[in-house]
């Protein structure tokens, strides 16, 4: 699954990388055949870092898919994505644990909706598609994590202000965890 899983995303980001860049894709890619197909303690050794990414953009991809459900949390991703809790943990160690990844991503998620919506659209429609019930709860979390209400969000960006976000984003394009490894190489 994981050779699967590295495939499509270097598909997604093959218009990412530079000529210069191929033979490190090359590696890389020989070592998660390797991995894959006959796996040693070096060939394991070899793909560890990729195979960490991989884990985490799966899970990543996870919790896209899973955004609305409430019942999103460690214990969903352990099943969805066949990981144990101990390294679900670890792979989000970096990123606060996995409940303030989920919920910064829930946030943001929002944030980009409450911009591109209408006025139709109410921001507790939002709320709950992205997870949280109970409004309340979401504002104070919006505002703690923009320094701005979802109300005060929507009024600005109805009235043609670009809206960004203040903190760093979830990597998309070229930023992606695959193409920031190659990079170091």
Excluded at 74 to 101: K, Q
Excluded at 129 to 153: I, K, L, Q
Aim: overall charge positive; charged content about 25%; proline content about 3%.
């Amino acid at each position: 699954m994981l050779l699967v899983d590295f495939l499509d995303l270097l598909e997604r980001n093959l218009h990412s990388i530079n000529e210069d860049e191929m033979p490190r894709v090359h590696d890389a890619l020989r070592a998660m055949l390797g991995a894959c197909i006959r796996p040693t303690s070096d060939r394991l050794a070899e793909a560890r870092d990729l195979t960490g990414i991989m884990q985490k953009e799966r899970v990543r991809a996870a919790i896209r898919r899973n955004i609305a459900s409430v019942r999103l949390g460690s214990a969903m991703l352990c099943r969805e994505v066949g990981v144990s809790r101990t390294h679900l943990y670890r792979i989000f160690e970096n990123e606060g644990g996995v409940s303030h990844y989920i919920l910064r991503i829930r946030l943001r998620t929002a944030f980009a909706q409450i911009c591109e919506a209408d006025a139709a659209v109410s921001v507790t429609t939002i709320a709950a598609a992205c997870g949280f019930p109970d409004v309340s709860t979401f504002s104070r979390s919006f505002r703690r994590e923009f320094g701005m209400t979802p109300t005060e969000v929507r009024i600005a960006a109805n009235n043609g202000l670009r809206m960004e976000l203040r903190r760093k984003a979830e990597p998309v394009g070229d930023s992606t965890p695959l193409v920031q490894w190659l990079k170091r190489l």
